[in-house]
């Protein structure tokens, strides 16, 4: 069976992830059939896409399928893993990619959603950002697409608690566009997505990767990146990350003994 549901319409295409009995855990099925999906986009000129869950989602996605993670002794978050990959099929899409978002974003779809052009949101939304629940290290690309949207501080606070935000204080942020009514998301959303096809779809897709380049850029040093790698791989070789996965998977709270 699917797991997404595809639509296009006047140069809109639209994704739903509809893998509802996993709350839309981004599993390497899932995320599979996203990046097609994508492609199949690219392909058909596509000038805007819409990533949501379906209608009155209580969750929008509960974030990387903790099942699939490493139990150790490997980089949890590596280079090829599929939320990278979908990550960047996202940032290196050529026309915008807007988030229709009903209800809870949970760890790794934080970063899939702050991977989007534009985030319309409904008032019952929140977004947390939990790797520290799992004793996950965070990637560098992951910490760069959310330091890109959130104020270092404000960052801290969403990783060191693993606590969700509100989506108020999420669009005081800026991190969101918008906020909607759940009767009123999906017209406002489409509408807006139409006003971005009506432009030059070659200026915006420049733009889109100007912006992307830019945002990107840091001065960073082989060594300080060794050092980096070094500090993740102190992590998920401990013990406290095979017990977070471990708790997850058993359904129970982790017993973390900082080693």
């Known amino acids: 069976m699917a797991l997404i549901i595809t639509e296009t319409q006047d140069a809109i295409g639209t994704i739903v992830m509809n893998h509802t009995a996993r709350r839309n855990a981004l599993s390497e099925a899932l995320i599979g059939e996203i990046t097609l999906a994508l492609d199949a986009f690219r392909e058909q000129s596509m000038r805007a896409v819409v990533l949501r869950a379906p209608a009155g989602a209580k ?7 903790v099942g699939e993670l490493p139990t150790g002794g490997r980089d949890p978050l590596g ?10 099929a996202i940032q290196e899409y050529p026309a915008p990619v807007l988030a229709l978002i009903e209800g809870g974003v949970w760890g790794g779809a934080c970063e899939l959603a702050m991977a989007c052009d534009i985030l ?12 520290a629940k799992l004793g996950v290290p965070y990637n560098l690309g992951g910490l760069l697409t959310v330091l890109n949207m959130i104020p270092l501080p404000v960052a801290k606070e969403m990783l060191f608690t693993a606590q969700p935000i509100p989506v108020a204080q999420a669009l005081n942020l800026g991190v969101v566009n918008y906020v909607r009514p759940a009767d009123q998301i999906e017209t406002f959303v489409y509408a807006l997505a139409a006003q971005m096809v009506a432009n030059s779809p070659l200026s915006i897709s420049v ?3 100007e ?6 850029a840091r001065s960073i040093t082989p060594d300080l990146f060794e050092r ?8 998920y070789d401990s013990h406290d990350y095979h017990e977070g996965i471990t708790a997850f998977s058993e359904k129970r709270k982790p017993r973390f003994l900082g080693r």
Request: net charge positive; proline share 7%; no cysteine.
């Open 211 to 216: 912006l992307r380049l830019l945002s990107s």
């Open 79 to 88: 280079w090829s893993d599929p939320l990278r990959v979908l990550i960047r």
């Open 120 to 131: 319309v949101a409904t008032p019952e939304a929140t977004f947390a950002i939990t790797p």
């Open 228 to 235: 980096i790698q070094g500090l993740r791989r102190v992590v």
């Open 59 to 65: 969750v929008w996605s509960a974030g990387h399928d």
């Open 207 to 209: 733009m889109k990767e």
